[in-house]
């Protein structure tokens, strides 16, 4: 496979280069190829299943990357698993990918009720090949070999396992390096643990590129002077993370070029871009780029990409995602299937060489999500957008639409909306149900500076503002008002735990 070809070509010719670097360990490229050639070299000599799956378990650790890389050169995929998942998460998803392995990289131990799967440190394994080895590439996953395994939610409550095969990541990969300005030995930050597939966007462009990255663990993120400090002297040059940490960290106003006097590009996917972050970034960071970017985690992180431009930021309200990228064809259609015209919005389909094959051992989900276009693959997302100029732009999720006293209305419009106040930094807009119905909508924000004296002037304020954009039908009923917005692992609002907070 090329990608893991241009690793061993940097571990060969730049052994000493760092490939990786965590709060207390770092990694060279030459390390990271004979250490996972250990593991590769383990992973070969036991009696399991081809191409089955090894779950590695850890956070930010180097050893994550060294597991990795030791299982595809193996012939194995990985599956990424955070130690922030709950462990009856964790076992779920062991049940659903039948794993033989579990290799646990981090210095938490992996206690699981019922389950006799055996776990092993990279210690353990490496020290176990302590001798060289070397392990011949026609061990190594390629073509249409899953490369790695990512679990997400699953309407039923059970994790869905997508596939990532090695043309998948390829096709992922040349695009990157293609068609952003990233290529040249650059430090790339790691904001997003590996069980989120954000990660994927600056791990392997970096190390396909011959750069490094720069590991940021959530125990930073939960203190921002340690936060800080570790940005500080990051050298960060390339920023890559959910538009959601990027605002918590603009919430404070030393987050700008004297911090990070490197960073040249700024890359987002997971959510929505608010024009108002990007105006910020501009002005903060003048020299730097930013790209908005969409894709699911079905069609292997990203596949539009648009620079948001002073002119971008002028003339949308809300942000493009971009154009798709050059292997692959955007769909949008309507619920009958058919194409929509040029303005109009549609489902969006995604047809090209990124696409996932499916969900692993979930046959009757692939079938209803995935088909075949033209001899390509292609995956119906159950996102809503529309196309103007040859650009995408996202409009949400089509179950992000509800039904509310019989108006028919969309959550991230009405979110829209409301951060445009001059009142408010961020909000998020949650549907309270009872009894299986939807009673009304609750506005969680966090406020700009304001004189108001009392909570319910301030809710008057912004909803004077919102009567003016949105009908009466449309804006909340409750209002509540938080320093910060909680964050999943992930670094995406947490609307779940702001649910709850509501209903308390």
Wanted: hydrophobic share 40%; charged share 20%.
């Amino acid at each position: 496979m090329k990608l893991i070809s241009a690793i061993k070509d940097l571990a060969n010719t730049k052994p000493e280069t760092l490939a990786y670097i965590s709060p207390d360990k770092e990694i060279s490229y030459g390390e990271l190829w004979k250490q996972s050639e250990r593991i590769a070299s383990y992973l070969l000599n036991q009696n399991f299943q081809p191409k089955s799956p090894i779950l590695v378990y850890g956070h930010m650790e180097p050893e994550m990357l060294i597991s990795f890389l030791g299982c595809v050169k193996s012939g194995h995929p990985y599956i990424p698993v955070d130690t922030s998942i709950p462990l009856e998460r964790v076992a779920k998803i062991i049940d659903s990918a039948k794993t033989e392995l579990i290799i646990n990289v981090s210095d938490k131990p992996l206690l699981l009720e019922n389950q006799v799967i055996p776990v092993m440190s990279t210690d353990e394994i490496i020290l176990s090949h302590a001798a060289e080895v070397v392990v011949d590439s026609s061990n190594w996953v390629e073509d249409n070999d899953n490369f790695y395994i990512i679990y997400t939610s699953g309407s039923t409550g059970n994790p869905k396992g997508v596939q990532i095969s090695a043309n998948n990541l390829q096709s992922f990969v040349d695009w990157m390096v293609k068609d952003f300005p990233i290529n040249g030995q650059l430090r790339f930050l790691n904001q997003a643990p590996y069980s989120f597939d954000l990660s994927v966007m600056d791990l392997y462009p970096a190390l396909a590129s011959g750069g490094n990255v720069f590991a940021i663990t959530k125990e930073m993120i939960a203190r921002p002077k340690i936060l800080f400090e570790a940005l500080k002297n990051s050298k960060t040059q390339v920023w890559t993370s959910t538009p959601s940490f990027v605002q918590m960290c603009l919430m404070d106003p030393s987050f700008n070029e004297q911090l990070l006097p490197e960073v040249s590009v700024f890359l987002f996917c997971g959510e929505i871009l608010p024009v108002s972050i990007s105006r910020q970034l501009m002005e903060r960071f003048p020299k730097a780029s930013i790209f908005n970017t969409y894709g699911p985690t079905e069609a292997t992180v990203a596949i539009t990409i648009v620079e948001v431009t002073p002119e971008i930021a002028d003339t949308y309200q809300s942000l493009p995602v971009g154009k798709p990228k050059e292997d692959t064809k955007l769909l949008l259609v309507d619920e009958d299937g058919n194409e929509v015209p040029e303005g109009e919005k549609g489902e969006i389909i995604i047809v090209g060489p990124s696409v996932s094959k499916g969900y692993l051992g979930q046959l009757e989900l692939t079938n209803k999500a995935f088909f075949q276009l033209n001899g390509q693959q292609a995956y119906r997302t159950g996102d809503a957008g529309y196309m103007e100029k040859g650009l995408l732009f996202y409009k949400g999720r089509i179950d992000f639409q509800i039904k509310l006293h019989g108006y028919r209305m969309e959550l991230e419009e009405i979110e829209h909306h409301i951060a445009k106040s001059k009142y408010v930094k961020a909000a998020v807009v949650i549907p309270i149900y009872q009894n299986e119905k939807i009673e009304y909508l609750s506005a969680s924000i966090v406020p700009t500076e304001h004189t108001f004296e009392k909570e319910y002037q301030l809710t008057s304020a912004i909803k004077n503002e919102l009567g003016e954009v949105l009908p009466a039908y449309m804006i909340p009923r409750k209002f509540t008002y938080h320093e910060e917005l909680p964050m999943t692992p992930n670094g995406k609002v947490d609307r779940k735990q702001i649910r709850d907070k509501v209903l308390l």
